[in-house]
């Protein structure tokens, strides 16, 4: 037990910093996914793990995405693209972005 709560205490402290909402200077544009909105899902998010540039993103992964296989975690990467953060935005972090229908 004492091994596992190590190795989870490590595994916390090397997750790279949130962006907070207030850190965007303009926002990624989000477009509901066409297979969500097919099937009547009317919410969904992506975890997104970054590196950014001069403040644009120009690594992303998808870490976490919920509900899968409805192409929230494609248009997350797409949106982060267009999206610029503050100046001071620099690394690695980790985005959360929210979908919502209606």
Known sequence: MLILS???????VQQPPVLAPSEW????PLEYPERAQARDVRRGYV????RFEQAVAVECTVVEESPA??????????????GVAA???EGR???RL???LG
């Open 47 to 50: 975890v997104l793990d970054c």
């Open 69 to 82: 296989g409805f192409g929230f975690g494609a248009s997350a990467l797409r949106a982060v693209r267009r």
């Open 87 to 89: 100046e001071s935005v």
């Open 6 to 12: 190590a190795a989870l205490a490590v595994l916390a």
């Open 25 to 28: 200077v303009r926002q990624p």
């Open 93 to 95: 972090r980790t985005i």
């Open 98 to 100: 929210d979908f919502i």
